[in-house]
């Protein structure tokens, strides 16, 4: 059962992040990067758990709501708790999309679209680099 908890808000330095992060997690988390589609660690995982935040360990969503969408990165339907991620319009690159992040710690995890399966309808596209999966 994933904890319903929300954590406290964390907040770093620039430089406590670039520490704690590998260059990869850095640029996605916060630089908002997006990793190449079909190379991200768990865009094929299919191991039981819980993926949490690489920022800052925030259970994000859990492996029954993952589905292969084809679309090169990991794809969930739904999070694992609603309040523990946030939207934000995001109209980079030419576009109007909705980008997920982490409510916890602000770090930009992907986007949410609307042509998932049922039973939401949703596929949150998230990069790997912004997960951590805890197998159960």
Same mark, same amino acid.
């Given at each position: ?8 808000? @964390? ?16 640029? @996605? ?6 990793? #190449? ?51 934000? #319009? ?5 576009? @109007?999309?909705?980008? @997920? ?21 949703? #596929? ?13």
């Amino acid at each position: 059962m994933p904890d319903t908890k929300t954590m406290p808000k @964390v907040e770093k330095s620039e430089a406590e992040w670039r520490r704690e992060l590998t260059p990869m997690q850095y640029a @996605v988390l916060r630089e908002k990067a997006t990793e #190449r589609p079909f190379t991200g660690e768990y865009e094929r995982e299919h191991r039981p758990g819980a993926y949490i935040c690489a920022g800052c360990g925030q259970t994000l969503f859990e492996s029954d709501a993952k589905f292969d969408s084809g679309c090169g990165w990991p794809s969930f339907t739904q999070p694992a708790v609603e309040s523990h991620v946030a939207e934000e #319009r995001d109209i980079s690159h030419g576009m @109007v999309r909705t980008e @997920v992040l982490c409510a916890s710690c602000h770090g930009h995890l992907g986007h949410v679209f609307e042509d998932g399966p049922g039973p939401t309808g949703l #596929r949150y596209c998230i990069n790997s680099a912004a997960l951590k999966l805890q197998p159960k």
